[in-house]
């Protein structure tokens, strides 16, 4: 029962570079969202999306794009890293409690720990 | 704004039950109050939540006050593998909400 798998676990990137990060669930969750958290603070929404094929802005879009590729998959790119993205990443996911439009409690991965020198 | 307001920082002895409050004086009538933690970095892990009356799970328990404006997280017989940021959170569950996080409370068990 793997819940939320992201991948990679670490990253080092260079300033300019493009990376993606990737987002599994297998728990047929509908809604999907990504977070950054950065040293001593909570985290924060980058986007979020609440079905397959719907993705919309959150706190902190800047700077990154995201894809719902599928009811499992949700992927987060950054076109051009910049330090100020160095932080630890965490995809989650919820569904709804059934027959109802109430959202059950997330599920959250372990992280991507991203550095951009 | 912050919906939520909690202690950076909390000891407990291993044993003893450890009692994490949080205030929410402006919740609304459709929010909840959520809680979560965050072990070492890992992903944050859902605990309990709760809407007016008081709940409990195989984690913890929820007290809620009766005007709803403030809260009690409960864990009765606290481990060294409790130690963890926890994080008091109001919100709806009405279609999409997205959880907001704060900075939350420390809670370090000590020996």
């Known amino acids: 029962n793997a819940g939320v798998t992201q991948t990679p676990k670490f990253q080092v990137l260079k300033t300019g570079q493009s990376m993606t990060l990737q987002c599994a669930q297998d728990m047929n969750h509908n809604s999907m969202y990504w977070y950054r958290q950065d040293p001593g603070m909570g985290l924060r929404l980058i986007y979020y999306?609440?079905?397959?094929?719907?993705?919309d802005k959150g706190e902190v879009p800047n700077g990154y794009n995201v894809s719902r590729l599928n009811k499992r998959e949700f992927s987060l790119r950054l076109e051009s890293a910049a330090p100020s993205q160095t932080s630890v990443y965490f995809c989650?996911?919820?569904?709804?409690?059934?027959?109802?439009?109430?959202?059950?409690?997330?599920?959250f991965g372990d992280g991507t720990r991203l550095s951009i020198l | 704004d912050a919906k939520t307001t909690q202690p950076p920082s909390m000891d407990c002895a291993e044993g003893r039950a450890a009692n994490l409050p949080c205030n929410h004086s402006t919740i609304s009538g459709n929010e909840y109050v959520y809680w979560y933690r965050q072990i070492h970095s890992q992903g944050p892990q859902y605990i309990i939540h709760?809407?007016?009356n008081n709940e409990t799970n195989e984690m913890a328990s929820l007290i809620i006050t009766e005007d709803r404006k403030s809260s009690t997280l409960i864990l009765p017989h606290a481990t060294l593998r409790d130690t963890a940021v926890y994080y008091c959170i109001v919100q709806s569950n009405f279609g999409n909400e997205k959880l907001t996080f704060g900075t939350g409370t420390r809670l370090t068990i000590i020996p």
């Open positions: 989650a996911s919820s569904g709804h409690v059934p027959f109802s439009i109430f959202q059950e409690p997330q599920h």
């Open positions: 999306s609440a079905s397959e094929g719907t993705t």
């Open positions: 709760g809407l007016k």
